[in-house]
């Protein structure tokens, strides 16, 4: 896909399921590398050609999912195995419009305008949503950042039902409550953002907050004046405060938005767009917002790559397969 994408590009690109099945084996897969989830052997496998235009299911319907038999195992996979969509009732065209949709609306897209763009159920819109979340999270095994390293926090609108002692802590320092703290990291040399859910601002969640994705004795770190970062600033190689930290970064770090800072973007992204965000599940909208920043530079076929290149092993509920693998 050289040209240009965009999301009526995609849609006319894949007029039904079987070429949205295509689609989506050719950006996980390439050409002839089909992956059997099975036992991971690549390629060579063999596809099973529908009968009649289609396959039954158990319930006698008509489907239109691609099936492979793998050469070595002998087993049957399609590319949805192992994946988000794994086990869907949603078409997968519907998901590869709506992931496209996510990955490109500026502020992110709600699940009610999901369910009604898509004709979704509100639920069935809400749980897609949270596993194209899922996907957007970063690797696990992501090393730690070094070099010059942002730090500073911010306060997003929520329900702080999972802190311990939430009236004592979901408060921002002008005493707004349910407000739920976000630590921001910024990698400023490759211009990656890492944020999360933190309990507090105290020195000691923000110390284990940060050396759990910043390599100090490495680092030059950058974060305002306040008192809890002094301590942390000693463990790094450097330490330097300026106010207003991130909001000094974008002005010159960041070739979109000049106007605004790097948090505003955040809150209008998350409080802006969803309603009530409860603090359980605001680490994927935080996931969310930061795939769409960390790619904000790559186009909108690279960055769909990059996204279907994550969506397996990322399901909400799910196991390694065992054995061979
Ligand atoms: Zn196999």
Redo the contacts with the bound molecule.
């Keep these: 896909m050289a040209e240009r994408l965009s999301l009526p590009k995609l849609a006319a690109k894949i007029p039904d399921e079987v070429s949205a099945y295509r689609l989506l084996e050719e950006m996980r897969w390439g050409e002839d590398r089909q992956v059997?989830p099975?036992?991971a052997?690549i390629g060579g496998h063999y596809f099973l050609k529908p009968k009649n235009g289609g396959r039954k299911t158990r319930t006698g319907a008509i489907t239109q999912r691609r099936l492979w038999k793998?050469r070595?195992?002998r087993?049957q996979f399609t590319v949805l195995v192992g994946t988000i969509f794994h086990r869907t009732k949603i078409p997968v065209r519907t998901w590869l419009l709506v992931l496209f949709d996510m990955m490109s609306a500026k502020n992110g897209i709600s699940a009610r305008e999901v369910a009604r763009k898509y004709e979704l159920s509100e639920e069935a819109a809400w749980f897609a949503c949270h596993r194209i979340r899922e996907a957007m999270k970063r690797d696990p095994l992501a090393g730690l950042l070094s070099g010059t390293v942002i730090a500073d926090e911010t306060w997003i609108g929520g329900k702080p039902r999972n802190l311990k002692n939430p009236k004592r802590f979901a408060q921002d320092h002008y005493g707004n409550k349910n407000k739920t703290p976000v630590l921001s990291l910024v990698d400023r040399e490759n211009g990656e953002v890492r944020s999360k859910v933190i309990p507090n601002v105290r020195r000691n969640t923000l110390r284990a907050a940060i050396e759990a994705d910043v390599d100090l004795p490495a680092t030059n770190l950058h974060t305002d004046t306040a008192m809890a970062y002094t301590q942390i600033g000693w463990r790094a190689a450097s330490h330097e405060t300026v106010n207003h930290t991130m909001s000094e970064y974008v002005r010159d770090g960041v070739t979109t938005n000049h106007a605004e800072g790097f948090f505003a973007q955040l809150k209008r992204s998350i409080d802006g767009t969803h309603h009530a965000v409860s603090t359980e599940h605001l680490p994927r909208y935080l996931a969310e917002f930061d795939f769409r920043y960390n790619t904000r530079k790559l186009s909108d076929t690279d960055r769909m790559a990059r996204l279907l290149g994550q969506v397996h092993g990322r399901r909400l509920t799910y196991r390694p397969l065992t054995g061979r693998a």
Excluded: A, D, P, R
């Design positions: 059997c099975h036992c052997s793998c070595e195992c087993k």
